[in-house]
DNA sequence: TGCTAACATGAATCCTGACTCAGTTTCAGG
DNA sequence: CCTGAAACTGAGTCAGGATTCATGTTAGCA
């Protein structure tokens, strides 16, 4: 019997890595057009030009590829956002900038909403992780701009990212997914930018705080 | 052979309207435990203690449950919101009366997070819908609030909106569905009511306008 | 050139579960 | 206390599609 060796994810030459990156594409496009369930390996390899056996070189399963397309793409949306944002100086700006990385990203990835939203039942743990890599990588910039006096001091940051994340994500959403647009109008980024400067810079608030 | 007339969804005796009503239950739990496509009829008719065959009386198909629930279950939070906001006096305390009936209407309802990311793919209208109505809504409440002067003028009301659907979507999902918490703790709403206090009460911007 | 690991093929298998159907039970009103 | 319309039953059918596997092809290197 021939060994059948999996190729590891590593290991790969370069014609296996252009193979394995393709069907990471298709899988991204069907997934998000028909929905996990409904996307069929047959449909995937075919996008990817390859023949359906190909597939179980790559992946162990439909499941396997979903995490590996929402990991990889998750890496990608963080260093995206990390890079818009790292020569920007003064909170609002980082703002800015952050936020409009993240629609012009989404807007090429849009099929991510759907499909991270799907990833829940798949592998809950992908799906958490997600959100909390995002999450905690935006907490600790905004601590650190609190520290810098950039903006007003906020004792629940976590909070204000989960907020912040909020807001950029349904912005997105009716844009680019609920009303199929091409990409968010510049009007809407405009009107969160200008939201999340009154929210940050506004004064601290002057109801006595209560103990617990 | 008998008529087997499909029973109509308004002319259900008590009984019927008991049977329905305990199948839109046990759908909603069993799909937000295992997901659309796990969920079998077997099992939501189990939870409903009925029969398989008693299903296909009530719904066309497991599809048409899932609808269901989601039209159902919109109306329900619709109602709550209203109804927790329509004595509340003030733009702020309306917002913190809204978002704590939401916190605590999801808690019940968490499963909801996920059903409604799942629509999309069975209908995307009704998927549309429930974010269009729950943001058309919001937008008014939001616009009559500025037209009485209890916060700035903004001219995208919509996007104002969805907005803050993102924050409370966000703030909910972290701790209902990420962390798994019961309960969203009060720490988190006050943060949030915070944030949209400044964000609402601040003075307007001091930009100059740009025509177009 | 010949060799071998890596890469690729696609038809056949096999399981799952939505949906059907032929009949049974309930119960309100006559 | 009958009758029929409404409600209910659950075993069987059947299609779809993930995964397997026996076999073929490529390409770098000795």
């Known amino acids: 019997m021939t060994p059948a060796v999996r190729v590891e994810a590593g290991s790969l030459t370069a014609r ?10 298709a899988g991204e496009e069907v997934f998000g057009r028909r929905g996990f369930h409904d996307a069929s390996i047959a449909e995937i390899t075919q996008g990817a030009g390859v023949a359906q056996g190909t597939f179980y070189l790559y992946f162990e399963s439909k499941r396997d590829l979903l995490r590996a397309v929402v990991e990889e793409r998750g890496h990608e ?18 703002e800015h900038a952050g936020f409009a990385a993240f629609f012009t990203w989404m807007a090429r990835h849009r099929a991510l909403y759907l499909i991270v939203r799907q990833v ?23 601590q650190r701009s609190a520290d810098a006096g950039e903006i007003g001091q906020f004792d629940d940051v976590e909070t204000l990212a989960y907020a ?17 647009h091409r990409t968010v109008p510049p009007r809407a980024l ?7 400067e009154r929210a940050l810079l ?3 608030p002057r109801r006595p705080r209560r103990g617990r």
């Open 16 to 25: 296996g890595e252009r193979t394995r990156s393709r069907l990471v594409a």
């Open 77 to 94: 949306l963080r260093a995206t956002l990390a890079r818009a944002t790292e020569g920007v100086s003064g909170r609002v700006a980082k």
């Open 120 to 142: 829940e039942y798949v592998d809950s743990e992908v799906y958490r992780a997600w959100y909390r890599q995002l999450a905690d990588g935006y907490a600790a910039a905004l």
């Open 164 to 180: 912040l994340m909020g807001i950029g994500d349904f912005v997105g959403l009716r844009w680019l997914v609920i009303e199929k």
């Open 190 to 196: 405009a009107t969160i930018v200008q939201l999340v």
């Open 202 to 204: 506004a004064p601290p």
